[in-house]
């Protein structure tokens, strides 16, 4: 093994103040990879966590006024969340190790192999120390501040072969992060804490109480897993085999993602295919209509007594943009009217989520209610 390169970076994951040293050992050929490092942490909670790995086993974890910390497991990441006793500045000592999944002469360790830890608690500055086997050497440190640490490796005897390939990554930044987000507020609603998951609300969703909500949870339910099946849609199960589905929002804000927009239900039998294939149908002759202008076949397809108003709804569904093509998202049955969740590309830097309750009419589906949520 030869020494590698000593890189000082300033680190500014959420902002804030503290500093870590860190000394990595990383084998390319085998993906081994083991990480040594001191953090000081200026926690502002009593349950910080941090997010790493699949298959990461935790070999030393301790900070001054460390209780206990748990330990969430998924196919996505790893979360270990710690209990403080005392919520003030102290020193977290880190030891970790596992396999990442790479290949190549080439590779890329950055936000989406989460080989360095993501803090839910700033980290100001860090000095660390990269140990490669001879024939790798660091050729880049791709990220600038305030982003995650990336680090680009090369083996330089695949170079004479003329063998470079380098890997990409599996999963976008942005899809990243919402699983990043997704498996810090699961492991919030197992252990109940409402302060945690208020973290991650925007301010309206704090004003309506989900926090509470979601941190009540009988305990008989079991604990609680989470499945991201899209942006915009998560499968909540509990131990006891109960499923939820909730549409949902992430937005930057602030240098984060924030979660403006949470609705759940209970997720029933999967719909029957002649009825998705019948609201699919629905959908595009609605597109179609708004394409056309036909404002009198868009007013038949709104209930008359619609609270929003027949005519206010058929000119809003109007002023959509008719020549992209709609995605109805929702595939699970729930009770009568159902809600069905139709994505519409409005334009380059907007798409409207449309949940529209629908009740069956005489020769078509009539739209019962609508609730508009403009995707930035």
């Known amino acids: 093994m030869k020494r590698g390169l000593l890189i000082v970076l300033l680190l500014l994951l959420l902002g804030g103040n503290s500093s870590a040293e860190v000394q990595v050992f990383f084998v390319p050929e085998s ?9 000081a942490i200026h926690p502002a909670i009593a349950s910080p966590s941090f997010m790493l790995f699949p298959g990461v086993q935790i070999t030393e974890l301790w900070a001054d006024e460390l209780w206990e910390y748990n330990v969430e497991r998924s196919q996505h990441g790893t979360m270990v969340s710690m209990s403080l006793r005392q919520v003030r500045p102290q020193v977290l000592s880190l030891a970790y190790e596992g396999f990442l999944d790479l290949e190549g002469s080439t590779l890329l360790l950055d936000r989406n192999t989460l080989w360095f830890p993501e803090f839910s608690f700033p980290v100001e500055e860090a000095a660390i120390s990269v140990n490669l086997p001879e024939n790798w050497e660091i050729v880049d440190w791709p990220s600038q501040l305030p982003m995650y640490p990336s680090l680009l490796v090369r083996d330089h005897s695949a170079d004479e072969a003329g063998d470079v390939q380098p890997i ?10 919402l699983q990043m987000q997704l498996a810090r507020l699961t492991n919030a609603m197992n252990q109940r804490n409402a302060t945690e998951i208020e973290a991650l609300l925007s301010p309206a969703l704090k004003d309506t109480g989900l926090a509470r909500y ?9 604990s609680v897993t989470s499945e991201l099946k899209d942006p915009f849609t998560v499968i909540f199960k509990t131990g006891r085999g109960n499923r939820y589905q909730a549409s949902v929002l992430w937005q930057e804000s602030g240098g984060r993602l924030e979660l403006q927009s949470f609705q759940m239900t209970p ?11 019948s609201v699919q149908r629905f959908a595009e002759d609605l597109r179609l209509f708004v394409q056309t202008k036909q404002r009198d076949q868009i007013l038949q397809a709104i209930e008359p007594g619609i609270a929003q108003g027949q ?3 058929a000119e809003f569904l109007l002023s959509l943009n008719g020549a992209e093509m709609w995605t109805v998202t929702l595939t699970e049955e729930t009770v009568d009217p159902f809600t069905v969740t139709l994505l519409v590309p409005q334009s380059e830097t907007t798409t409207f989520l449309l949940y529209l309750g629908l ?3 005489t020769t078509q589906w009539l739209i019962q209610s609508l609730q508009i949520i403009p995707v930035g």
């Open 311 to 313: 005519e206010e709804i």
């Open 31 to 39: 993906g081994f990879l083991r990480v040594q490092a001191e953090v």
């Open 214 to 222: 979601l941190a009540s949870i009988p305990p008989s339910q079991g």
């Open 359 to 361: 009740t069956p009419g």
């Open 267 to 277: 997720q029933g039998a999967q719909m029957p295919e002649e009825l998705f294939v």
């Open 168 to 177: 990409v990554p599996v999963m976008d930044e942005f899809t990243s992060r």
